[in-house]
């Protein structure tokens, strides 16, 4: 069986240190939402449109 690569991924912030790090405040609404729960996080879109594109592909590096 092959090794599966990890790709932790880049946050611009720096790192989550504690659990309280993951939670914030919706900009509209104000409610308590947890950044890390997409659908929660889509909740709180509050009707603006969301733009999906394609983005470029990934280096071939990571795709075997």
């Known amino acids: 069986m092959t090794e599966m690569p ?9 790192t989550a240190e504690t659990e ?3 939670f914030g ?3 509209i609404c104000g ?3 947890d950044t ?3 659908a929660e996080v889509l909740a ?3 009707d603006a449109e969301i733009e999906i ?3 470029l ?5 990571m795709l075997t």
């Open 31 to 33: 409610a308590f939402i």
């Open 25 to 27: 405040n919706c900009t």
């Open 36 to 38: 890390r729960d997409l």
């Open 6 to 14: 990890h790709h932790p991924g880049f946050d611009p912030d720096g």
């Open 20 to 22: 309280a790090d993951y």
């Open 44 to 46: 709180h879109v509050h």
């Open 57 to 61: 592909e990934p280096p071939r590096s």
């Open 53 to 55: 594109g394609e983005g």
